[in-house]
């Protein structure tokens, strides 16, 4: 069975203070790995997609990685505007076009 | 590029009646769009995936006489909570696929539904 795991579920960082979020991932085989941006009471944002080991993506301050069983998102001198859920999902053989969404880790960053 | 919108973003109605919620994308054409449904402080659950033409695929669990969707063109899928009642109060977000290079996957704002 697929399966995304994301580690930690809360995370509180002070302005300024890199970190990285896991997702670690079990699927019948990987059609792409995607990350995404939600904040309150709004839909998720796309931020990454991610297909093969050892591809990385940048965006301003994130930066994503993948290598054959998880995923980081690196989060270098984060804002307070980065304060949001970030989720992980992967697309399977398996699951057809359907993404399949790990629980998300909650982001707070202070000033 | 790649928006998606729905309408409307929140609606409170009377346990009873039908809701209808519509997802379209603006800039691109959608063959396939999903509807997810998203509790407090939980992650997203699909709850059906429809395909423009064709009839939905509902995920285990899911009511398909409850939860009608219709995909009638590339830009619209439109979900209808029927005789809606309390517990299905949630928040309900639609995404499409974008048939461009990878099949990102992007997702509209979100519908917040409240049954008295």
């Known amino acids: 069975e697929d399966q995304v795991t994301q580690s930690p579920e809360a995370l509180r960082l002070q302005e300024g203070e890199s970190s990285s979020l896991n997702c670690s991932y079990t699927?019948?085989?990987?059609?792409?790995l995607f990350w995404y941006r939600q904040d309150p009471g709004k839909g998720p944002e796309f931020l990454f997609t991610?297909?093969?080991a050892g591809e990385e993506k940048e965006k301003e301050r994130l930066k994503a990685t993948l290598t054959k069983k998880e995923s980081f998102l690196h989060i270098t001198a984060p804002k307070p505007e980065d304060s949001a859920t970030y989720l992980c999902?992967?697309?399977?053989?398996?699951?057809?076009?359907?993404?399949?969404f790990g629980k998300g880790t909650t982001l707070s960053v202070s000033s | 590029g790649a928006v998606v919108s729905q309408h409307p973003s929140w609606v409170i109605c009377k346990s009873g009646t039908s809701v209808k919620i519509e997802c379209r994308s603006l800039?691109?054409?959608?063959?396939?769009m999903f509807w997810y449904r998203q509790f407090p402080k939980q992650s997203l659950m699909l709850m059906a995936t429809s395909n423009e033409g064709s009839k939905a695929t509902y995920e285990q669990g899911v009511e398909k006489d409850k939860f009608l969707i219709n995909h009638a063109s590339l830009t619209l899928s439109t979900l209808t909570v029927t005789s809606a009642h309390p517990e299905d109060s949630s928040f309900y977000i639609c995404?499409?696929?974008?048939?461009?290079?990878?099949?990102?996957?992007?997702f509209g704002p979100g519908t917040r539904l409240l049954v008295l």
């Open positions: 800039d691109f054409q959608a063959t396939t």
């Open positions: 991610l297909y093969s």
């Open positions: 999902a992967v697309r399977s053989n398996q699951a057809g076009t359907a993404l399949i």
């Open positions: 699927v019948s085989g990987l059609r792409g």
């Open positions: 995404s499409a696929i974008e048939n461009r290079g990878r099949e990102t996957q992007y």
